[in-house]
């Protein structure tokens, strides 16, 4: 879980990246968000990537591509599946070792 310095506070915040792909994420989108921080990882790696304001919820990220294999979020990750489902079981593995690795405890 990453720990980051609070833009409120100045205190310690704990997140997870999971929450970037979850509606209720970051105390519901009233927290510090850190969605593009999880954005920027994957950018880095090479993939694009598309975010959804979630209404007065959190930012969450819904499309996630790899110039060689295309959209790696599942044609079934529709609205109902992203930001209500844990991300661990529709993400691609490489994808969520990477976000494992960068964004680690």
Not at 13 to 20: G, M
Not at 29 to 41: E, H, S, Y
Request: hydrophobic share 35%; with cysteine; proline share 5%.
């Amino acid at each position: 879980m990453p720990i980051t310095t609070c833009d409120h506070c100045g205190g310690d915040y704990r997140w997870s990246w999971s929450e970037a792909f979850d509606k209720f994420g970051f105390g519901d989108g009233d927290g510090q968000v850190m969605t593009d921080d999880v954005c920027d990882v994957l950018i880095r790696a090479g993939f694009e990537t598309r975010q959804l304001i979630w209404g007065c919820h959190n930012v969450v990220i819904t499309s996630i591509v790899c110039p060689e294999r295309g959209e790696l979020m599942p044609d079934d990750a529709s609205d109902m599946t992203v930001g209500y489902d844990d991300p661990r079981w529709y993400l691609p593995d490489d994808i969520i070792a990477l976000l494992d690795r960068e964004l680690a405890d």
